[in-house]
Nanobody, 122 residues
Framework: QVPLVESGGGSVQAGGSLRLSCVASVDIFSQYCMAWFRQAPGKERERVAAIAGYGGTGYAESVNGRFTISRDNAKNTLYLFMNSLKAEDTAMYYC????????????????WGQGTQVTVSS
């Protein structure tokens, strides 16, 4: 289990921006594929974006072109830059770490933060 702490959520108007952060308490951060998930009330959890140990990324189609995932391995920190926010982006956002510790993303996310709420108003 990797301790993860998210921050940066809040309430914004449609079209606005937010930056989410996630700090991981691990020895070698680059071993972990990291990802952001979100879950809106009544909906299944959705993988928003993922990033491999040294920067390869992937995005859900719903956020592609608007969100950017990045990481700073020296700071053990994961980021999600969210631009042009829409009402449908409203959800609880969770940081997750891939327990395979392979650097690549193997979809074995087994460590989760407590979440940070993002609310977008029209």
């Amino acid at each position: 289990q990797v301790p993860l702490v998210e921050s940066g959520g809040g309430s914004v108007q449609a079209g606005g921006s937010l930056r989410l952060s996630c700090v991981a308490s691990v020895d070698i951060f680059s071993q972990y594929c990291m990802a952001w998930f979100r879950q809106a009330p009544g909906k299944e959890r959705e993988r928003v974006a993922a990033i491999a140990g040294y920067g390869g990324t992937g995005y859900a189609e719903s956020v592609n072109g608007r969100f950017t995932i990045s990481r700073d391995n020296a700071k053990n920190t994961l980021y999600l830059f969210m631009n042009s926010l829409k009402a449908e982006d409203t959800a609880m956002y969770y940081c997750a770490a891939d327990g395979a510790r392979a650097g690549i993303c193997s979809d074995t996310f087994n460590s989760w933060g407590q979440g940070t709420q993002v609310t977008v108003s029209s």
